[in-house]
């Protein structure tokens, strides 16, 4: 009885390693498909050029729609895109207490717009409505920095944020606290770069604590730590024919520039950071040559592609600048351009998903608000492009900076 039944436990065993034989031999071909994917992922890691899908860091549900506002005199004009639709609408406008809206911010723990004069020396906070776009005044301050091209909003870890408002015709950058409770200003530093530096935008790197500044009349970035004790404090510069607009990308961690050139070609370029002791270098790893006059910068994460704007007379255009996981030049993808029929484009804002680039016209002689649509192929490379709206709005000198901010 025994041996009868270790044979029978013998013969089990044998069966059930035949079953799992046959398994294993059925499910091969499902392990080979993982060990692929590793070894994608491990080429993106090490900075490979192959373009993988696009993406957007940090985001989980379905962006809805897209909320584009620009500033003017006088007053705010707002846009909203739908992307189930494609409709672009134009929605109600927003007085603004001060002469010319030189520069819009947004943050969004706090659901504000920040407002600031490029002629006088009005700051306007606004409340941003979450429901229907629309943003309400909150407080105007009459006496903020004067003459404000672009504005920096920075939170204090003790609460209340820093403003660092960048003022071309001064030539000099403005420090300034505003309270935890928006309610009030104080003057904190303010760094002069001489009466012809035109310094034009600012951008800073959180991680790090730097504060890049853009001379175009110097031909230099300045670059300064940043305390919120002690405020600014000069590190180095990094050398660069008339840059207009500045952009630290924590994604890429990389400096991006927008150049303004009066003679030859404007660019967008591309520095990476490099710790030096207590310094940094700065090492120019990519450009693309454009017509005169840059203008805007952005960064279209989804599709890896640096988009800024070019300005010169009968060469009007956006263009895109094909960048690795790394932030270097894609020499694989081809740059691109898209022709703007109207003049003056200076605010550009790319939407979150990469696919929509809408342009504010510094002038009121045509249509100064246009939107295009772009298509990419699987490889993220850009095919093409389609106009979807196109309409003049402004009457009064059009628009000198922009903002969008996403609906999910």
Avoid at 205 to 234: H, M, P, Q, W
Avoid at 241 to 266: H, I, L
Wanted: hydrophobic share 40%.
């Amino acid at each position: 009885m025994g041996l009868r039944r270790r044979r029978f436990r013998i013969f089990e065993f044998a069966f059930l390693g035949a079953l799992l034989f046959v398994l294993f031999q059925n499910c091969s071909g499902t392990g080979f498909q993982l060990q692929d994917a590793t070894q994608a992922l491990s080429q993106t890691d090490l900075g490979s050029q192959t373009p993988d899908s696009p993406s957007n860091p940090g985001t989980t549900s379905p962006l809805l729609k897209t909320r584009f506002y620009y500033g003017r005199s006088r007053g705010v004009d707002i846009l909203e895109l739908d992307h189930k639709t494609g409709v672009m609408t134009q929605m109600a406008s927003t007085d603004f207490a001060g002469t010319t809206i030189g520069w819009l911010s947004y943050h969004q723990p706090v659901n504000t717009v920040f407002a600031a004069d490029a002629d006088g020396a009005v700051l306007q906070l606004f409340d941003y409505s979450t429901a229907n776009g629309s943003i309400t005044s909150k407080t105007i301050f009459p006496s903020f920095s004067s003459q404000i091209v672009h504005l920096t909003v920075q939170p204090r870890t003790q609460g209340g944020f820093s403003l660092f408002g960048a003022s071309y015709n001064r030539g000099s950058l403005d420090h300034v606290l505003l309270n935890d409770n928006m309610a009030q200003l104080t003057p904190s530093q303010s760094v002069a770069f001489g009466a012809n530096a035109k310094t034009h935008s600012s951008s800073y790197d959180s991680v790090r604590k730097l504060l890049y500044v853009a001379n175009l009349g110097n031909n230099k970035i300045d670059v300064y730590s940043f305390s919120e004790i002690s405020g600014l404090t000069a590190l180095t510069s990094i050398m660069v024919t008339a840059p207009r607009t500045v952009v630290y990308d924590s994604t890429y961690d990389k400096v991006f520039v927008a150049t303004e050139a009066s003679t030859g070609n404007s660019y967008i370029r591309i520095f990476s950071v490099t710790p030096s002791g207590a310094s940094f270098i700065y090492t120019d790893v990519g450009s693309l040559a454009m017509p005169l006059t840059g203008g805007d910068l952005k960064v279209n994460h989804a599709y890896r592609y640096v988009m800024a704007t070019a300005r010169e007379a009968g060469k009007e255009a956006i263009y895109g600048l094909p960048i690795t996981t790394t932030g270097v030049v894609d020499t694989i993808r081809q740059s691109f351009s898209i022709p703007v029929t109207q003049s003056l484009p200076r605010a550009l804002e790319i939407t979150e998903d990469g696919l929509y680039a809408v342009v504010g016209m510094n002038s009121s002689t045509a249509e100064n608000v246009v939107a295009y649509k772009m298509t990419f192929n699987a490889q993220l490379g850009y095919v093409s492009s389609q106009k979807i709206f196109e309409k003049k709005i402004d009457n009064t000198g059009g628009y000198l900076c922009g903002l969008a901010i996403p609906v999910r």
